[in-house]
């Protein structure tokens, strides 16, 4: 019982089963980025017909990396890379403090190795620095090793891949996200955390041509029940806010109106509407109206729809649609000075304003995620760029010494180091009776 | 300044172009001589080429690393310089016989492409835009030269013993061990590639990962990659299995160059 527990261990944390799993996973995601994701099923059937579209939605392909095979995938990488450095952390301790012990050197049988005269020369040419001299068995012994660190290569990269997993599933699934938006001084709650904001500021710097540069946004951040002092801050692209625990970010822009609605010509209810969103005539349920589009500088194209010529609102007009308990009754393009009359009602536009959006996100995590990819990068560091190496010399009879060498990354380029090192060293020739090179 | 590296970049090409005949006559004729010039064109090539991206910075007035053209551009340069590196390093100048035609099919891709200098959008305003892409590019060439190596470890078998080509190649274990310098390289450049693009993301859109197609193929590339450099541990995995890997993982690479780009919009549709 216990010895298949350990059988299954092994292979769970085994370099098979890993190349497995990162054999379907990138299967798997090269086949789901071929595939538009988070689309509806009427889509997909639309597209490719039902019979695909139902193959889709039997595996989730259409949110392919938040499936559950795809996390279960991650999950068993997850658990092997956790076996792994278990299995492997006490060997490689082992391994680390008997890198340099002389009697253990003495017992390795590595593939380089030489009879040279003087061993003291070969170390310099070996990058190994001065050698240390000691007496084993009755026998002198120089030796020196460098690179020790990269032993823990592979296990620092493995804890960084599995930290930024962790992290990064957890962010996910913990995370809260919330959207603010809104025009030049309105207040807009904050999701459910009770602050409100405030745009106090919004700006589009544009280059000579016209060319948008960059946006920004200074808005106030205020407890909805007064409870803290406000706090202001500024957000634009690539430089986003952290305000209370939230991180703030520019995330796009658009135009806004204000619309108005009157009853009989007394004016009923008036508010902002960003491209997009929809009014509810709060008199009349069922009759909502829905700004599609609002165009700064109107002109119609024909064949090509309704434009905008530039940014600047000098000849605004309105896109809309009116809806009536759900069924589209109406859709045109309104004028500044025109009204939208339904029965009793008139709907107006006016006052068109680019939008600023802010995306809001808590997530705790974060910088876990980021430390794990770093640590990651470490590991790969350390694994493919520091050689743990380790030379030593023994001596035998005649004023010869046995030069050894050892590393286990550098194949058959240390190998002709090695045997470049043994000739500054002064490989013995067959007259000493002794091999004359590498054997 | 963008006239100058207008003459600059077809000054590279027939630069480029002279090499790798240069290195073709030095297997044809079998005379090292051509060998040694080749190696000095392709030097001389790549200080052109150096001298044509700083133009082109200049001229645009920030980092030439943001449309296709620069791109490319910059791919065949990292190519040109990891591969002079190799055969510097490793006294190979037979690897630019190999290295020297993909070189020039990348300049020549670039050439293609849309020169116009287009300001940028907000999202790419930032610091991090450099050492994203300039990262790419050291990773994409070294892919490319451990793709070539891999081609040459392939056909290792088939050249004659004792012939000019068998002196000139290394054997195939040396072969192998210059194909993982040149993977490694690669992998720690394609990290430092995918990190840096994660944190400027975070910044600009507010997540590491998005899963965007660009995104999801270097992740796909990664793998391959980090699976190559597991495989080549395990017995009868090196050698040849290794190098076919290695050619997967460059078909991979150039996927998520061009294939993403042409084929699967996303946020990195304008590279």
Known sequence: MRNRFHRIVRFLGSMRFAIVLLAVLAAACAAASTLTQGQSYAWYAQ????????????????DAFHSPWFIVLSAFLCLDLLLCNLVRVKALIRRTRMFAEPGHLLSLTPECSAWVRQPEKAFPHLNMGIPAQSETDGKSMLSAVRGRAGLWGAWVCHLGILLLILFFSLGQTLEKQYTVYGVLGQSMAVGSTGYIATIDDFRIDKSESGFVEQYTTRFTLRDANGATTAQSAQVSVNHPARLRGMKFFQNSTGWAAKASVTKNGEPLQSQWLCAGEYLEVSDKPGLTVLLS??????????????????????????????????QLVGMNVL?????????????????PSPYTLLQVKQNSFSLFALLGGLITAVGLLLALYVQPVRVWAVSGQDGLWRLFGENRKGGKLFAEAFAKAAEKAQISTPEDGKPNAED | M????????????????????????????????FARFAVIAQAAGLALHTLALICRGIGAGRLPLTNQYEFATSFAWGLSLVSLVFILRFRFKALGAFAAPVTFLVIGYAAMQSKEVRELMPALRSGWLGLHVSTAIIAYGSFGVCFVLSLIFLLRARVQQGSFLDQHLPDREKLDAISYRASALGLLFLTFTILSGAIWAERAWGSYWSWDPKETWSLVTWIVYAAYLHLRLRRGWQGRAAA?????????????????NTLLPGVHSYA
């Open chain 2, 2 to 33: 963008l006239k100058i590296e207008n003459t600059l970049f077809t000054a590279v090409m027939a630069v480029y172009f002279a090499s790798m005949l240069l290195y073709f006559c030095f297997i044809a004729f079998k005379k090292d001589g």
């Open chain 2, 244 to 260: 076919v890997f290695a050619v997967i993982g460059f078909i991979c690479v150039m996927f998520t160059y061009i294939g993403v």
């Open chain 1, 47 to 62: 597209r490719y017909g039902e019979r695909t579209a139902a193959f889709i939605a039997a595996l989730d392909l259409d």
């Open chain 1, 335 to 351: 004028m500044q000075s025109e009204e939208l009359t339904v029965d009793e009602y008139a709907v107006s536009f006016s006052e």
């Open chain 1, 293 to 326: 589009a609002v165009y700064p500088d109107y002109i119609f194209v024909p064949g090509a729809g309704p434009k905008s010529l530039s940014d600047s609102p000098v000849n605004p007009a309105y896109l809309y649609s009116v809806y009536y308990n759900g």
